[in-house]
Structure formats: structure tokens, C-alpha cells
């Protein structure tokens, strides 16, 4: 009986499926600052809205703000800086370094931005810059981890 040679394909890396991608713990923060990073421009859209809109609302007159600015104007640029918020809130689920960049960016002027409205509304005030703080911390810890998200 003459044997016919079986031939064996050589192993390769691709014949298994990879390894499923670990994330540490610290890749979280990530989607926690992003989902801060929404809230805290929900919450800028509501002050620009009642900035706009019932001018007899805030504590102190215009006069009384950091920057000598009208209700108006002051509720324009929180309504800018609350949709920019969100939308960089949701930058952050695409996972790219260029989205955590910009919302690091976003929420320092933000938390800027805000305390020059400290005289006029402090709760909410506060209530911004400490979420923009947070926001912050979650993007910049360990960065280097967050990658292997």
C-alpha cells in the first residue's frame, strides 16, 4: 500500500482569535467624563436659557458680575459653551486621544467661564466648576491605560 503524504498547513498567529481586549479599572473614567462632561453642558444650557429669559431670576444685577456683561450675552455664551460641553461629552465615546484633548480643553474654559458668573447664581456656579473639575481628573489619570480601552 503506497501511503499518500498528508501535508499540514503551518501554524499561524491567525488560525486563533486574539486575545479579548483588558482594560484596567481606570478606563472607566473615561466614560464617566464624558457623561460628566454632558451633564455639566445640560446644566450650562439651562443657566444660558434662564439668563435669557427671566433676567430677575439671578441674585445680583449685571453690575454686580466679574465681567460687566447683560443677562443676555451671558446666557448666549453659556448656551455656546453648554452645547460645545455635550458635544465634546460625546466625542469621548469615540475613544480618540483628539476628542479627549478637546474636552480637557473645553471643560477648563468652561469652569473659566463659569466663575465669572459666580456673583450672579454661586450653587450653580459651583455645581459646574466642581463637575468641570472631575471632569478633568477622570480624563487625565492614567492615561496611558485608557488607550487599551
Given at each position: 500500500m503506497t501511503q499518500t503524504p498528508t501535508t499540514t498547513r503551518p501554524r499561524t498567529d491567525f488560525d486563533e482569535p486574539p486575545p479579548p481586549k483588558r482594560g484596567s479599572a481606570w478606563s472607566g473614567w473615561i466614560i464617566f467624563g464624558g457623561v460628566m462632561l454632558a451633564l455639566a453642558g445640560s446644566f450650562q444650557l439651562i443657566e444660558g436659557f434662564v439668563a435669557l429669559l427671566d433676567h430677575n431670576y439671578y441674585l445680583v444685577a449685571r453690575n454686580g458680575l466679574v465681567v460687566h456683561m447683560s443677562y443676555t450675552g451671558w446666557g448666549w455664551v453659556h448656551i455656546a459653551f453648554g452645547t460645545i460641553n455635550i458635544l465634546a461629552g460625546f466625542g469621548l465615546f469615540a475613544r480618540s486621544t483628539a476628542a479627549r484633548i478637546w474636552a480637557i480643553i473645553?471643560?477648563?474654559?468652561?469652569?473659566?467661564?463659569?466663575?465669572?458668573?459666580?456673583?450672579?447664581?454661586?450653587?450653580?456656579?459651583?455645581?459646574?466648576?466642581?463637575?468641570?473639575?472631575?471632569?478633568?481628573?477622570?480624563?487625565?489619570?492614567?492615561?496611558?491605560?485608557?488607550?487599551?480601552?
Open positions: 473645553v471643560a477648563a474654559v468652561s469652569a473659566i467661564v463659569n466663575i465669572g458668573f459666580t456673583a450672579a447664581y454661586p450653587v450653580w456656579v459651583i455645581m459646574i466648576v466642581t463637575l468641570d473639575v472631575l471632569v478633568i481628573y477622570a480624563l487625565c489619570v492614567h492615561w496611558d491605560e485608557a488607550e487599551r480601552f
